[in-house]
């Protein structure tokens, strides 16, 4: 391997930013004078106590998440959400509206029949998940104990443009591969979950934003660690958390903060996906099969037609210094992952690559 740092389009685990790398690379040994890692602390100590707190206080202020909400930091990934939410949940009425947009809602949704009777409220598997549903076109029960969907899906390349009206029906969102990357209103929903391998921290953490009041009415049968309450009432700290995560978590949102916080994000993250999906359509090669209006910001989905093409795409695009261009195994072609850590340049190379490959081709 060489010394040079790759344009790593990874779908998740996926690039950090080099400055926070450096910052904990130059902290492993001795945090802060503590004469040990973060990785080799008590987590009732006093100093992994204020990284803590203070990751915390970061992603409240940066997220505007309203006092009634509580903020956790789980360990499971964004899946073992797909049981949480539901165990917690669903006992109010028995009954839950689901949208299924992609592999992952798909995945919950299932997962979630084994709880209560589950609505499908929509889906997009009629056009391959090459879309998102409007409003108009979600079958909402009033009487669900909640409806769920996933902002950004990260296999098929669509994001929901914007917040379901569910009159009243608190919302369970997975925003595993576009937290940070746009504003939210957290007021809109009752739980807001992310595996933090995208855009917040290495995997092993999972964030759960949590409206306070939908705690303590799981199903009596939910395993204590998969119960919000236990979790709301230890903060975090029924059990040894991610500490590592949460300290890395920490420092991406200081880096967040830098670049002008969540608005700043937004900002750049969608003049990079912009500046792709105008090459790829305007290329002669390549197509975007979603459709304008539910691109995703974050993944980048293209392909040529033709599997041999896209091969030798993925294979040049490597000796190019680009890795992690294969579309996931389920669905081909390629697939070019821009969260808030690839700088714009790696975006731009990537457009100069596309363009020089379309001609030669
Ligand atoms: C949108 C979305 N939800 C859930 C998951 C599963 O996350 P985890 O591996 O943390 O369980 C992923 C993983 O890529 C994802 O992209």
Not at 33 to 58: L, N, Y
Not at 263 to 268: F, H, K, L, R, V
Not at 334 to 354: H, Q, W
Request: with cysteine; proline share 5%; net charge negative.
């Amino acid at each position: 391997m060489g010394n040079e740092r790759v344009y790593n389009f990874s779908a998740g685990p996926s690039m950090l930013p080099l400055e926070v790398l450096e910052r904990a690379g130059a902290e492993i040994t001795n945090y802060q004078g503590s004469g040990m890692s973060v990785m080799e602390m008590s987590h009732r100590s006093k100093v992994f106590v204020k990284i803590f707190e203070d990751t915390k206080a970061k992603l409240r202020r940066l997220m505007n998440v309203p006092e009634e909400y509580e903020i956790l930091f789980l360990q499971g990934g964004a899946s073992t959400q797909f049981s949480m939410a539901p165990l917690n949940l669903i006992g109010k009425t028995g009954k839950a509206d689901y949208a299924v947009t992609g592999n992952f809602s798909n995945i919950a949704y299932k997962e979630a029949q084994k709880y209560g009777q589950i609505n499908l409220a929509a889906s997009s598997a009629d056009r391959n998940h090459t879309y998102i549903p409007q409003q108009d076109q979600l079958k909402l029960d009033p009487e669900a104990s909640y409806f769920y969907y996933c902002a950004n899906n990260t296999i098929y390349g669509t994001e929901w443009p914007y917040v379901p009206e569910t009159n009243g029906v608190p919302i369970v969102c997975d925003m595993s591969s576009d937290i940070l990357s746009r504003p939210v209103d957290v007021s809109k929903y009752g739980i807001i979950f992310a595996g933090a391998q995208k855009n917040m921290a290495p995997a092993g953490l999972t964030v759960v934003i949590i409206r306070k009041e939908l705690a303590g009415h799981e199903l009596p049968y939910t395993p204590l660690m998969m119960n919000y309450k236990t979790m709301i009432d230890k903060d975090s700290m029924y059990n040894t958390p991610p500490c590592w995560c949460i300290y890395m978590l920490g420092l991406v949102l200081d880096w967040l903060e830098s670049k002008g916080g969540i608005p700043g994000m937004e900002a750049i993250k969608h003049a990079k996906a912009q500046m792709l999906y105008d090459v790829i359509d305007s290329s002669r090669l390549f197509t975007c099969a979603v459709e304008p209006g539910s691109r995703s910001d974050m993944n980048v989905v293209f392909r040529t037609g033709n599997d041999e093409l896209d091969a030798k795409f993925v294979k040049e695009s490597v000796e190019a210094g680009f890795t992690n261009l294969k579309g996931h195994r389920s669905v081909g072609g390629m697939r070019a992952s821009i969260y808030n850590a690839m700088p714009t340049e790696g975006v731009e190379k990537l457009c100069d690559f596309i363009k020089a490959f379309d001609k030669n081709n």
